[in-house]
């Protein structure tokens, strides 16, 4: 009698010993690696640096210089990184005009492995008037690089 208690509660410890085990890797694969995630804070730090200084063609270097590369503002979808380049000079001709960028990272979720979902905020101070919004990205590792391939951006005045 004592064997079969005893090997029923082998049993139960086997089966709880391989359910975490299933489960531990599964759990792991959703969370972004601290590499991974550094890499991509690098991104925009990087961004942002490259707004202030008020040198749009470093900036541009976090998106996928793609003609699938889609950006969603105010004025609807503009697809293709040299369209988004054009539109970002023609509405940001001068550093007076860009001002002062500062990001705030809200979230960043894994999708799969080489996708992230990246939700922000950002503020531009500026003489002609402060501006303000959220965004929210798809990030995608193209490359070994963390790229943005899709934007959506929104802005308060």
Known sequence: MKEKIADSRIRILALCILAILFTVPA?????LSDNDEAAIRALFQMQQDAWNRGDLDSFMEAYWNSPKLVFIGRNGPTYGWQQVLDNYKKNYPDTAAMGKLKFDILEISL????????????????????AEGNFSLLLQKINGEWLIISDHSDVKI
């Open 111 to 130: 999708i799969d492995k080489k996708t992230v979902f990246l939700i922000g905020k950002y503020q531009l101070t500026r003489t002609a008037g402060d």
């Open 27 to 31: 759990d792991a694969q959703k969370r």
